[in-house]
């Protein structure tokens, strides 16, 4: 663990060093040929390596990746909100992207004693965790780390009710570039009762379509 928090730290003295991508278009390509990857992912292995890369890869502005988060939430009951839910997180670059998360029935504390919480993407092999600390737009909420194959992917929210709202963002791990913050907005699955199509029942495309109209992504 002492080795662990000595290459963390050295991480955190070269912060200024990072370098940031450009438009929706190029952060759009980065992650098409990321999904289009059969290798494996990196694996996250448990709550600290969800704990190092959040402190070494804050997301939000640049001012902000300069000064990584310090505080994390040491109660678990924080994590009530998501344990045993499953939400689909939406967010647009130049095209709408849908996530499905599945989050953990118990939280669980990092070795600093953090609440931590587990979780999995539906239809993906990808790894992820969740802590509770300080929000890029501000405020506190829930920090999500997914570990993909050559990104590693950031999502940042709060919940009221059934309803998340926050940013999503990415790392390219080759280069050390990060992209640009984009809105997201989730709904719990089952949160928004209804039958679109009149069928009697509310599938996931349905649940997806009604959470593109009203987050303003589609008319």
Request: aromatic letters at 10%.
């Amino acid at each position: 663990m002492k080795k662990v928090f000595v290459a963390l730290a050295m991480v955190l003295v070269c912060f200024q060093c990072v370098s940031f991508a450009g438009s929706p278009a190029e952060d759009e390509k980065i992650l098409s040929e990321e999904r289009a990857l059969s290798a494996k992912p990196q694996t996250i292995h448990g709550a600290d390596d969800v704990l190092s890369i959040i402190r070494e890869s804050s997301s939000g502005d640049k001012e902000q990746r300069q000064s990584p988060r310090s505080w994390y939430s040491t109660d678990t009951t924080v994590m009530n909100p998501l344990l045993g839910t499953t939400w689909i997180m939406n967010y647009r670059l130049t095209s709408i992207w849908s996530d499905i998360l599945i989050f953990g029935t118990k939280a669980t504390t990092t070795s600093d004693g953090y609440a931590y919480l587990s979780c999995s993407i539906q239809s993906s092999s990808d790894t992820c965790g969740v802590l509770y600390t300080d929000l890029p737009q501000g405020g506190q909420g829930f920090a999500v780390v997914r570990s993909g194959t050559t990104l590693t992917y950031f999502y940042f929210f709060k919940v009221e009710g059934n309803v998340a709202t926050g940013t999503c963002s990415f790392k390219t791990l080759s280069t050390g570039t990060y992209s640009s913050d984009y809105p997201l907005t989730g709904i719990k699955w089952g949160g928004l009762p209804g039958d679109i199509n009149g069928d009697g029942k509310m599938g996931l495309e349905e649940v997806i379509r009604l959470l593109q109209v009203v987050s303003g992504l589609r008319p």
